[in-house]
């Protein structure tokens, strides 16, 4: 029986003609093709500058790093993200506070943001939970009137829009993912974008040991290692040139499932504007995704359950009460998500999905 998991990086020949063709260059570091990727990333997002780095863990870092954020200063950052966006500001040596989400978006509620600002506030993290964002004109406002800077982890945003602008480009910095699962990968990596010269040149510093000048030993800040690698890169220029492509699929795939479940009163999609949003996974809501997990499992069908809500994680544990992110997390699955499923198998995925609400 075919094994449908619930993502797949999707890796063809022409990615492995490219990096044979790096590795046969006698350079492989960050070089030409990297430069190529970021302008690729740059152009396609629409912003000035664009540096990548290892991963989007540490790209987030940098954000926070080049702007100044450190020891004393707090950011706001959603209940409802993966880890990673709180663990950077800890690793920037700030500290997180969080705040819930709105249902209609499950993205960071703004009105709750504008309760928890405080004297130490320095920044507000904004996540785009798979490719959705809440008002970013408001967010913007906010952030102005309380002289914030506005760091977007639009790592799941590629290819996704506010009112016609991309994600990622709104505030001081943005930052993406590469990781395996996303719409485009290079196995680990992440991108900063920024409009900023100064911040893109700051960035370039701190991921290169504290100099601009690759040739020089001159080092006029601390900096750290979290260069980017040409072989990386390689698969990266490939996989851009393939999102459009990607994009669309996932758009059509959402509508799919949503079609071919819309008769479930057990399943609750989330409103999403197509025409704005590409969905990274195609994410429901059900009153047990436990048991429907294991039972599309027991027919070799992979699915997800949402992240926890961050407060009930054991480093982040807290009594604080964010309603939304909680039921959230504990409604949320994510089902097989990858672009190259073919109509056929979204149809037999709802098929089984349907046959479990009629047993249960």
Request: with cysteine; aromatic share 10%; net charge positive.
């Amino acid at each position: 029986m075919k094994i449908i998991r619930q993502m797949d990086p999707w890796i063809d020949r022409e990615e492995e003609k490219e990096v044979i063709k790096v590795m046969r260059s006698g350079w492989i570091t960050e070089a030409d093709e990297t430069k190529r990727f970021e302008k690729m990333i740059a152009d396609f997002t629409g912003s000035k500058y664009c540096s990548v780095v290892t991963n989007g863990t540490v790209s987030l870092y940098l954000a926070l790093k080049a702007l100044g954020i450190g020891e004393g200063d707090e950011v706001i950052v959603p209940d409802m993200t993966m880890v990673a966006s709180p663990n950077a500001v800890i690793m920037a040596n700030a500290k997180p506070v969080f705040v819930d989400i709105e249902k209609d978006t499950l993205c960071l509620s703004l009105d709750e943001v504008e309760k928890k600002i405080s004297k130490k506030t320095k920044a507000i993290m904004i996540v785009a939970l798979n490719g959705r964002a809440p008002d970013m004109h408001r967010a913007l406002k906010i952030a102005k009137d309380n002289n914030l800077f506005v760091v977007e982890d639009a790592a799941q945003a590629l290819g996704s829009y506010f009112h016609g602008k991309h994600l990622g480009t709104f505030g001081d910095i943005g930052s993406f993912s590469f990781s395996t699962p996303k719409v485009i990968t290079t196995a680990q990596g992440g991108a900063l974008v920024t409009d900023r010269k100064d911040l893109y040149d700051k960035i370039i510093r701190l991921k290169d040991f504290g100099r601009v000048n690759r040739s020089s030993q001159n080092h006029d800040e601390i900096g750290f290692n979290f260069k980017f690698t040409d072989i990386l890169a390689a698969i990266g220029v490939v996989q851009m040139k393939k999102l459009p492509t990607r994009l669309n699929r996932k758009k059509e795939m959402y509508n799919s499932y949503k079609q071919e479940l819309k008769n479930l009163k057990q399943i609750q999609f989330i409103a999403t504007d197509l025409s704005q949003t590409s969905p990274w996974f195609m994410d429901i809501f059900v009153s047990d995704p436990k048991a429907l997990q294991g039972f599309l499992k027991n027919k070799n069908i992979g699915t997800r359950l949402f992240y926890p809500a961050i407060h009930t994680t054991e480093p982040y544990k807290s009594e604080n009460q964010y309603k939304n992110s909680l039921w959230a997390s504990e409604h949320g699955l994510w089902l097989p998500s990858s672009a190259f499923l073919t109509d056929s198998d979204i149809m037999h995925i709802c098929k089984e999905i349907k046959s479990f609400y009629e047993k249960n």
